[in-house]
Every structure is written in structure tokens, then in C-alpha cells.
């Protein structure tokens, strides 16, 4: 199973950016599938989740009101739509993708399988 992100770059404060990440070797059908992120210096820390039905999103407290997760099974692939972001949103950003077909939560322990990062840089 390989997850491939991809999206990032540099971005001005204020502006935005789409991540997407990619499948291979496993349906997204029906699994929970979230996107992490690790800033310089910090802890890796939750950003966003999408059940499996699509139809539930949860979002971390920075980012809520401004990040859209989304999901299309029938591309096994899953978005990141991030819009006016500060320079606090820096960082090294993770999909993963849960092997379970049942919403487990949103700690990285629920999650089985992850992408290799797409670099996020926010100009002030």
C-alpha cells in the first residue's frame, strides 16, 4: 500500500493551497482517511479526518472554518483544501489512511498506513 502527497510548496500568508494524496494497492472505499501535520521542532499533531462514508469530517481547533477535507473513492485519493494561511501552518503534512472500514478517532494509532510528506511553507 503506498499513500503519495503531493500539493505542497510556498504560499503568502493569506493565501492558498490543495493537497491531494493518492492510493495504490487499497481501496479508500469505506476507510476513515486523515491528514496530519509536523511544524519544525514539534510533535506530529492532527489536522483533519473524513469517514469512510465521506459524509463526517473533523477538524482541529487551527484550522477549523478554514481547511476542507474531501475525499473521491472512485480516484482512491483524498484533498486538503487549506485557505488563508499563516505562517503557523508551516509544516511537513501527512496522509494516512486507516485499514479499518469503521471510524476508530483521530489519534495516529488509528491510523495504518501513511503517505511520505508534502512540505507547507507559509510566507509572512
Known amino acids: 500500500v503506498q499513500l503519495q502527497a503531493s500539493g505542497g510548496g510556498l504560499v503568502q500568508a493569506g493565501g492558498s493551497l490543495r493537497l491531494s494524496c493518492a492510493v495504490s494497492g487499497l481501496t479508500i472505499s469505506r476507510r476513515p482517511m486523515g491528514w496530519f501535520r509536523q511544524a519544525p521542532g514539534k510533535e506530529r499533531e492532527f489536522v483533519a479526518v473524513?469517514?469512510?462514508?465521506?459524509?463526517?469530517?473533523f477538524y482541529a481547533d487551527s484550522v477549523k472554518g478554514r481547511f476542507a477535507i474531501s475525499r473521491d473513492d472512485a480516484k482512491n485519493s483524498m484533498y486538503l483544501q487549506m485557505n488563508s494561511l499563516n505562517p503557523e501552518d508551516t509544516a511537513v503534512y501527512y496522509c494516512?489512511?486507516?485499514?479499518?472500514?469503521?471510524?476508530?478517532?483521530?489519534?495516529?494509532?488509528?491510523?495504518?498506513?501513511w503517505g511520505q510528506g508534502t512540505q507547507v511553507t507559509v510566507s509572512s
Open positions: 473524513i469517514t469512510g462514508s465521506g459524509r463526517s469530517t
Open positions: 494516512a489512511l486507516d485499514w479499518n472500514q469503521y471510524y476508530s478517532g483521530n489519534a495516529e494509532r488509528e491510523f495504518h498506513y
